[in-house]
Every structure is written in C-alpha cells, then in structure tokens.
C-alpha cells in the first residue's frame, strides 16, 4: 500500500506551487482523500479534502487561495496553492480514507514560502 505525493518546494510569498498524490495497492474504496499539513509549532491541521462524492471541504485559512481535484478513476489527488503566504510553511500529507478505522498517508512533502 502506497500513497506517493510530487510538488512542493520553495517560493516567494504570493506565488504557487502544486501537489499531486496518487495511491497503489490499497485494497478498499477510497471515500475521501486529503491534503493536511504540520507547521513548525503547531498541529497538524486539514489542508482540503475531498470525498468520493466531490463534496470539498478547506481548513479555514485557505480563504480561496487553494484548490483540491481529484481524478477518481486513477485515485489521485491535486492541491493547487495560490497566493501563498510565510505561514503556509510546512509538511504537507496526502491521505486516502476508506473508514475512521482504515487510511493511509504519503510521505510528506516540505512547502517553504519565503518573504
């Protein structure tokens, strides 16, 4: 079972940058996949996530800059970031949900936005 995540990197505060993760190998139906993120000094918190119904949700200080899409035949995932900002700095995590009991996650990938 693998979640593998590409993107990321470093940027100046108001550019972009882009995720995509894709799953292999888990032998359940995907319900939701997600993007979370952990910055330095506080807890991990919910990025976007999308469930098998395309209904989307995003943490609170997306505030529009962030879209999340999904290609549900291959069971991937795209975070699009826009307008970053110093504080979107972290790990970023894909993460692929059958159940409360059942979900895996990708590896991380580091966002650095620079002032």
């Known amino acids: 079972v693998q979640l593998q995540a590409s993107g990321g990197g470093l940027v100046q505060a108001g550019g972009s940058l882009s995720f995509s993760c894709w799953t292999s190998?888990?032998?359940?139906?995907?319900?939701?996949m997600a993007w979370y993120r952990h910055a330095p000094g506080k807890e991990r918190e919910l990025v976007a996530v999308?469930?098998?119904?395309?209904?989307?949700n995003y943490g609170d200080f997306v505030k529009g800059r962030f879209t999340i899409s999904r290609d549900y035949s291959k069971n991937m995932i795209f975070l699009q970031m826009d307008n970053l900002k110093v504080e979107d700095t972290g790990v970023y995590y894909c993460?692929?949900?059958?159940?409360?009991?059942?979900?895996?996650w990708g590896q991380g990938t580091q966002v650095t936005v620079s002032s």
């Open positions: 993460n692929a949900e059958h159940d409360r009991f059942r979900s895996w």
């Open positions: 190998g888990i032998p359940y139906r995907i319900n939701d």
């Open positions: 999308i469930s098998n119904r395309g209904i989307i």
